[in-house]
């Protein structure tokens, strides 16, 4: 007897301890909880936004890019969601590759002062403007159809989005709402036709976009 009391409190405490880890582990402030939307206008967390662009090359492979210091501001109300506004600005000026070469080639003034490539040395910001938002049957995807201007030309794309989470960022106390977005656009339509096909006309679109109370 004296030997079962033992083990069973040792068995007890083997038990207790996974509660206990579970009450003091940290938690992440988000969640895909869309009650935690709070309406109101939001700006775009520019630290934490990004527009990840991926093309074919050669055939062989695919590469991939990525527009940062996104700004802007998104307006939304959970109890319209479909009213809801975005309207966002991408510095093409600081495109990022994984090759020093391709970068200094994005950004390349054209030869003998004709057209370049692919942006130029001073190219204009991205700008999507959102137009309409059609809201998909859970409320937690949609898809959002606006103007993207880029290199100095406007067409309509549509993006399919996704609700990511929401909830308070625990370092500036503001409330914070985040989506991931997918699209495709062809980028002879913006006039960037250098390379095709060898490198894709197809431009793979994946956001990450993070946007905080104001």
Do not use: C
Not at 32 to 50: E, F, I, N, Q, S
Not at 57 to 67: A, E, P, Q, V
């Amino acid at each position: 007897m004296r030997r079962i009391i033992p083990l069973a409190a040792l068995a007890a405490a083997v038990v207790a301890v996974p509660a206990v880890i579970a009450q003091n582990a940290p938690t992440v402030p988000g969640a895909p909880d869309k009650t935690r939307v709070a309406a109101g206008t939001y700006a775009a967390d520019a630290g934490h936004t990004m527009v990840v662009w991926k093309v074919d090359h050669f055939g062989f492979s695919d590469y991939t890019g990525i527009f940062g210091d996104v700004t802007g501001t998104l307006v939304i109300d959970p109890a319209n969601p479909a009213a809801a506004k975005v309207d966002v600005t991408i510095p093409v000026a600081k495109v990022t590759t994984a090759s020093t070469g391709l970068t200094s080639h994005l950004m390349r003034a054209g030869k003998d002062g004709g057209k370049p490539d692919f942006f130029g040395p001073a190219p204009a910001d991205a700008k999507f403007v959102s137009t309409a938002v059609v809201m998909g049957d859970d409320g937690d995807e949609a898809k959002v159809t606006g103007n993207l201007t880029l290199n100095g030309v406007t067409r309509p794309v549509t993006l399919d989005v996704e609700f990511h989470g929401a909830g308070d960022n625990p370092f500036n106390k503001k409330a914070t709402v985040g989506f991931e977005a997918e699209g495709k656009i062809r980028r002879s339509d913006f006039g960037i036709t250098y390379g095709i096909p060898m490198v894709s006309d197809e431009v793979d679109l994946k956001i990450h976009a993070a946007f905080e109370k104001q």
